[in-house]
């Protein structure tokens, strides 16, 4: 990593070059799993959703999971996944619900951003807001499961920073 001593001190911390380059060390073996209720965002979050790299020059896509419980579900009733994204380069965000596999996904972005706040270290680029409708029977009573795939994955600096995720339930409930 490669740090510039102006910003040492600063709480913020702003400008360490090849941070993104961290995500393999904090991860080595699989991708980001997030547990609501029991993680804690500060220290249990990556800050960019990035690539993996694999090896000379080559890169594969990340998937993060996002653990949590509901207690009642309404079957009948459209969820609402809002995902604020501060920053994307060269990115397709998919986001599934359950099942890391299904194809096609409930929502994909296609090809988003260009901001290149990633390789800059920046925080923040273009913002992004999406709003995924996600049906009541894609979800169970107890624990569920978003995935989140980075699918593109040609270069270390395609990614997603994301400001917030939330997911809103119908109003019935």
Do not use: C
């Not at 419980?69 to 397709?92: E, F, K, P």
């Not at 951003?113 to 009541?136: C, K, T």
């Not at 979800?139 to 499961?145: D, F, I, K, S």
């Amino acid at each position: 990593m490669y740090i510039n001593k102006l910003y040492v001190d600063h709480p913020d911390r702003f400008r360490q070059y090849g941070l993104w380059e961290r995500y393999a060390d904090l991860y080595p073996d699989k991708d980001l799993v997030y547990t609501v209720g029991v993680d804690d965002y500060r220290k249990d979050w990556f800050f960019a959703q990035v690539t993996r790299k694999t090896g000379d020059n080559a890169y594969k896509s990340t998937t993060w999971q996002i653990k949590f419980n509901l207690d009642n579900v309404d079957q009948a009733g459209t969820y609402i996944l809002r995902l604020a994204l501060a920053s994307a380069h060269n990115s397709d965000l998919q986001v599934r619900i359950n099942d890391p596999d299904v194809n096609p996904p409930v929502f994909s972005s296609g090809v988003i951003g260009g901001d290149n706040a990633i390789a800059r270290h920046g925080i923040r680029g273009i913002y992004w807001l999406f709003s995924v409708e996600i049906p009541g029977s894609e979800l169970v009573q107890g624990e569920n499961t978003i995935y989140l795939t980075q699918a593109r994955s040609s270069s270390p600096f395609q990614g997603i920073m994301y400001d917030y995720i939330r997911m809103e339930s119908p109003p019935s409930l």
